[in-house]
């Protein structure tokens, strides 16, 4: 077998299509077609979730699923009639109709108002040596959302999108293969939309009408077709299901949703010391302070640099006493070092646990400890080792960790030398040894897992730290990721430059995040590389208030990119958006739990909420934060007016109160103190008061800040930091807002689950109501909850 580096075999061979059924025979799950030699299934999970499968050599793989959280099997039995016709065989389910052409196999589903979608064209499948494919029809007005991490706006309409993992340094919006791979989309047009998950870890590719138009085209490297059909219509279903599948995010500690500050790197303890105070005695919240690779002795993972930072036990309480939490990165490349005492490489050598080449001799590569050997984490051994390795950090009290490099990110030589980007050879064997399920899974090569490395690395890490940190909740952020990364970490979209542009398509980059079953996302807010001026850092400090995960970093050799080193001004815009994050985390923290029960994104795309409404199909500068607030942020130099879509119903302008009727674009005055930010009718938002840390005190003031409309709402609230919620140890407080004749109610029902929140001030208030309030003391009303 040739060694494959960095370059896949391309293949230029025709096409052989599938031909006609011959039989169909079905249990209470799987329907199962017979053609020539080849096999398709269908299965059924639930009503809007179907699995297709088809093979052309008419044996299926045996299957591992590395995204997938539920066999077939163990999804309750749906029921469904199969009806066959001369020219047809008909399935149906409560919500949709699969209809599969005798003559060629060719699928298509229908809702119940028999519009079709997710439509075969004539070719339908094919295959070629090594490679499957599908083609299916793009319906007018449809458009193409998700995919994962992407550069770009919203649409992906008439774009190729390739899954495969790399390190997307110096990315644009034309950039393809990015440091995620997850091969999801979803399709929507007005009344109807499915998502796709296509159920592969090889190399694939979506071409979405590029080829041709009005045609959408998948295709894997692999011997089998396997993809997931789910029915929607709208998006919050299709995610909801989607979510089903391949998992939702556990909550992670209340901390992380505050600000996180870092910087490659603060690289010693004074350094690091004074960042903390500078924070505190200037009054601008910080949560999280994250150390990169320069706190490490030589770039050695789990070891600490001893002149640099000589005590890191001590200076890490000493943060902790003052608030923060420390946030060490992690690579994955061990430091190839014979015979030097270095534990990592030495356990790592003894128990074979360094990916070795198909020939059996060690790989290694190039990256920031110079060569170095790469654990196998795919190997429940290593992984097992490897979580444990992350109990030196948490015993000195490291609250959570950052993982990078991990596509794997390697060179061929040593950096600085001119090298080129490397992976392991695509034959250089993976895993094996897991048992998930009962079914022994043999080991697998490169080719196949690549998409899954960075993936396994962040599972091991989520995995030791909940081993290592007394039932705390993990927080864990990683570069690379594959479907169903949500489950262990968090993602940033990595290296970004401190562009307008880059801060304009952070919006849509973090909404198809969202909308790929992925809501704990961030960019570097000021941009990684690059040298923000302070009118971009104070536009970019408004949107990063928005970004579910609110970090601030920058590269070696640019300049300082921390909120006060711009002045006054700028240092003021800073503190009032950070400000107004920390005031509004009871909002955020219950769009946390939202995410984690129902795939909601946290932050949307105005489609989310209007998928009905063509205007916002390709709308991708304006976002949801959840359902109520709504930001058109500035992100051009020298713009102070933009104009702002408000869709259908009752708008309030969140700083100036005033009320829009939608659908209507309006123009906003945006000077540099304001981002644009609206409030949907019947909001209502919860609020707290200003800390310096999440966790600086307990909650004493509650505020419920209601506008007019009708609306229900659920207020989450727990400890915050201990995994008991997931015993229900929790307050979710209902509250309704209604009209009635001539007045508005407000209703705070009953509480659900077992925690009792701290004895606090609760406080309505109410917003753009007019003049006429409560009676007792005016504009606000206390109460007790
Ligand atoms: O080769 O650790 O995307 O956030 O600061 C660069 C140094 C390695 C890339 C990450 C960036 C991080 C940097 N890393």
Known sequence: MPQYFGKLPINHQPWTTIGNVDAVTWNNKTINFESNNSRLTITILAPNLIRVRFAPTGEFMPRRSWAVTLDDAEWTTTPFTVRETQATVEIETSQIRVSVQQQNCRITCFDKAKRPFAEDTETGMGWRMGAVAVWKQIAADEHFYGFGERTGFLDKLSEVKTNWTIDALDYDALTDEMYQAIPFFMALRPEVGYGIFFNTTFWSQFDIGAEQPGVWKMETRSGELDYYIIYGPEPAQILNTYTQLTGRMPLPPKWALGYHQCRWSYDSEIVVRELAQEFRQRRIPCDVIHLDIDYMQGFRVFTWSSQRFPNPAKLISDLAQDGFKTVTIIDPGVKYEPEANYHVFDQGIENDYFVRKADGELFHGYVWPDKAV??????????????????????????????????????????????????????????????KGNIPVSSSTHIEVHNLYGLIMAKACYEGLERHRNSERSFVLTRSGYAGVQRWSSVWMGDNHSLWEHLEMSLPMLCNMGLSGVGFVGCDIGGFAGNATGELFARWMQVGMLYPLMRGHSAMSTARHEPWVFGDRVENICREYINLRYQLLPYIYSLFWEAATTGAPILRPLLYHFPNDPQTCTLYDQV???????????????????????????????????????PIHILAHAPLERMP??????????????????????????????????????????????????????????????TQTSKTVVEIGAREGKW???????????VGFGEQRFPDDGKQHRLEF
Not at 625 to 640: H, N
């Open 624 to 662: 949801f934060l959840g359902a109520s607030l709504m930001a058109a942020p500035i992100y051009r130099p020298g713009i102070e007016h933009r104009s702002v879509y408000l869709p259908l119903g009752t708008w309030y302008d969140w700083w100036s109160g005033e009320c829009y009727e939608g």
């Open 756 to 766: 009792t929140p701290p004895t606090r001030e609760a406080i309505v208030e109410l």
């Open 677 to 738: 930010l609206y409030v949907r009718s019947g909001a209502i938002v919860p609020m707290q008061p200003v800390k310096q840390y999440v966790d600086e005190s307990p909650l004493d003031e509650i505020r419920l800040r209601i506008w007019p409309g009708n609306n229900e709402y659920q207020l989450f609230e727990d400890d915050g930091h201990t995994s008991k919620y997931q015993d229900k140890s929790f307050a979710l407080t209902n509250i309704r807002v209604f």
């Open 374 to 435: 790469f654990p196998d984490f795919l190997r429940p051994d290593v992984s097992n080792w490897w979580g444990d390795l992350h109990k030196s950090l948490t015993d000195i009290g490291v609250a959570g960790i950052w993982n990078d490099m991990n596509e794997p990110a390697i060179n061929d030589r040593p950096f600085g030398d001119d090298g080129n980007k490397i992976w392991f050879p695509l034959d250089a064997p993976q895993g094996g040894g897991e048992d």
